[in-house]
């Protein structure tokens, strides 16, 4: 049985595995594939800040199948006034498509929800369209913001879906 509870530090390995296959599977054409392939699990690790308190302090969730980490959600303020951000949803390519990625999501909103925000925001690299897809199917919409972000050598657009209400 899969559940969903906040990051501890001792995650934080098998969290970044997650990260990093995650990527490797779903970015593979979108972004640059030396990038992908010199993804670190230990460099993307060392970035996490599990077990931090405090309202500016992105909160991160994972999904735990008996001892095993297969997805993580990380949750934040955004810079729009009364607007949270689902900063990072990552799930085990392994375990796509058995309700994990949903679990997470139904977790972030709750997290949202409890820091009183009344919206949400993520950024989607354009041409992702299963993620695209998920977040559409959760009630997010693309509000036509755009921005570039740069991985390796080529630059990727990334695309603004807002929730209305968490």
């Known amino acids: 049985m899969t559940e969903v509870r ?10 970044a595995r997650v990260h990093v296959r995650s990527w490797r ?12 392939d010199g993804l670190d699990a230990r460099a993307v690790a ?6 931090r308190i405090g309202l ?22 955004s810079p729009l006034p009364n607007f949270g951000e689902l900063m990072a949803i ?15 999501m139904t977790a972030a909103r709750e ?6 925000v009344a919206g949400a925001l993520l950024w989607v690299l354009d041409g992702n369209v299963a ?7 959760d009630g ?3 509000d036509g913001a755009r921005r570039i972000a740069t991985f390796g050598d080529s630059p990727v657009e990334q695309l603004r879906y807002r929730l209305a209400r968490v």
């Not at 990552?90 to 997470?104: E, I, K, N, S």
């Not at 993620?131 to 199917?137: D, G, I, L, M, V």
């Open 6 to 15: 906040a990051a501890v530090p001792a995650d934080a390995d098998a969290v």
């Open 25 to 36: 599977a779903t970015y593979r054409g979108l972004v640059d594939q030396q990038y992908l």
């Open 46 to 51: 060392s970035r996490y800040s599990f077990g």
């Open 56 to 77: 500016r302090v992105p909160s991160t969730l994972v999904a735990d199948d008996d001892s095993t980490i297969c997805g993580m959600v990380t949750t934040g303020l």
């Open 90 to 104: 990552y799930v085990d390519p392994a375990y796509l498509r058995t309700g994990v990625g949903r679990a997470l």
């Open 111 to 116: 997290r949202l929800r409890g820091v009183g």
């Open 131 to 137: 993620a695209q897809r998920f977040y559409e199917r």
């Open 140 to 142: 997010w919409r693309f």
